[in-house]
């Protein structure tokens, strides 16, 4: 991998650690996106030299924390809305007495 490859692969290891760390999901889609991108271009490349697989190797170890981030807030998420669900009988009772 050319060293500005390199370069963009521990670039995007930093900034995904960073909006892991901010708790910024939101942003996480956007990083995702040019992970896929980058990989994409490195699946067909020569055999990757040690700097890249250790390149490499900090963008998947972001990449799981932040995928982490993503499967707390989903199941937080998602608990909420089961929440919702249960509570929702007395939630249209007050809605109806209310009218």
Not at 6 to 19: C, K, N, T
Not at 26 to 52: H, V
Request: charged share 25%.
């Amino acid at each position: 991998m050319p060293a500005d490859e390199r370069a963009h692969a521990l670039d995007l290891a930093r900034r995904l650690h960073e909006r892991t760390q901010a708790g910024d999901v939101a942003a996480l889609s956007a990083l995702d996106r040019e992970i896929g991108t980058l990989l994409i271009g490195l699946a067909g490349a020569r055999p990757l030299d040690a700097g890249t697989r250790s390149a490499c190797a900090l963008l998947q170890a972001a990449h799981q924390r932040a995928l982490a981030l993503v499967r707390r807030e989903h199941d937080a998420v998602q608990a909420q809305l089961l929440d919702l669900c249960a509570h929702r009988g007395g939630r249209d009772a007050y809605a109806f007495a209310a009218e």
